[in-house]
Every structure is written in C-alpha cells, then in structure tokens.
C-alpha cells in the first residue's frame, strides 16, 4: 500500500483496488480516430470491429468486421530520437529491422508520435508499434491501464500479440491506477 492509498478512505480504497487488475480481466476495449473521418474501433472479447461516424446520420455504422492483423508487416514505428537511450539488446533489433538480409527489403520506419494513429496503421497493415522504456524514463511512459492493456487486448484480439519484451502485457499486475510501462504490440508473425 502506498502513501497516498493511505490518505483514501475505505471506500476510495477498494475503487483503486477494483481498477487495478491485470488486463486479462478486461472485457472490452476500443479507441476513437478523428481525421477526414471519425473511427470507432472496438472489441467485446470477440474479434475487433471498425465503426465510421457517418454525419448525415450523427450515428456509427459498420465498416469493418473482424479485423485481423496482417500476419507479415514491413513497418515500424518506434520514436528512434530516444534509440540512445534503449538498452543494446533493442538497438540490435531496430538495427536488425533495417537491414534488407536475404529478402532485400528492410522494414520501413513510420513513426507519427500519436499511440492511436501509430497503432492504428499497425493493426490494419502488420509490423510493429513500439513505446520502450529507456534510461530516461526507466518504467515507461504509455500507462498501464489505459492504454497498454487495451491496446494489447485489442491487438490479441486481431490475432497480434502485446509485449514488454520479455512478458505478454496482459499479464502485468498494475501496482497504482498511473502505474507506466514500456510496451510493444507485435504482429502476428514477430
């Protein structure tokens, strides 16, 4: 129990409590994407739907069902402003991504700097999207409850796979309700 649990009444307590749980509990997840168009994405624990606003009607129509993750993708999306910061062992997989080896085509680098938009071209086109902890942010930046573990439980959803490197996401037992981790979704081929 931390200091500022200790502060919380009994009441206040158990919400905590409630809202920390590893993401393998959650029942559903979902992001909105506003561009040209407004995107809904959704899972309920059963496959990944895409809904589009459609304004004529102010209402959310299906567009895509079941998503699925490309099984083999060719982008990446990693903030390599930070690549100084990255223990070796990332360096040498991001150093392994661009080299084109025996194929001759390298993954491509698309980083946007938005954990939706970035995420988004991932589900839909394959690769990876990644938001590591490095030395200046020892425990990570993207927070566990609201926006690792939904994205990962979305991706499994897709067929991909969400990961810290070295456990899958949905497993992590968050330990406060801002609780930051280091997280990389994975296609399903990686």
């Excluded at 997989?93 to 661009?98: A, E, F, Q, T, V």
């Amino acid at each position: 129990m931390t200091y500022e649990t200790m502060q919380l009444s009994t009441e206040e307590q158990r919400c905590v409590v409630n809202v920390c749980q590893p993401g393998n509990n959650l029942l559903a997840a979902g992001y909105c994407m506003y561009s040209s168009s407004i995107i809904f994405v959704l899972t309920i624990g059963k496959g990944v739907y895409a809904f589009t606003l459609d304004p004529m009607y102010g209402e959310f129509v299906l567009t895509q069902e079941n998503i699925k993750i490309p099984k083999a993708g060719k982008i990446y999306a990693f903030n390599e402003g930070n690549y100084q910061l990255w223990d070796d062992k990332l360096k040498k997989y991001i150093d392994d991504l661009k080299d084109p080896g025996p194929s001759d085509k390298p993954y491509t680098a698309r980083y946007i700097g938005s954990l939706v938009g970035d995420f988004h071209r991932t589900l839909l086109y394959g690769g990876i999207y990644g938001y590591p902890k490095d030395k200046k942010s020892k425990n990570g930046k993207l927070r566990l409850l609201y926006e690792c573990a939904p994205m990962s439980f979305i991706v499994e959803q897709a067929g991909g796979k969400g990961s810290d490197g070295h456990q899958r996401i949905l497993d992590i037992e968050p330990t406060e309700v801002d609780f930051h981790h280091g997280a990389i979704s994975f296609s399903a081929s990686m």
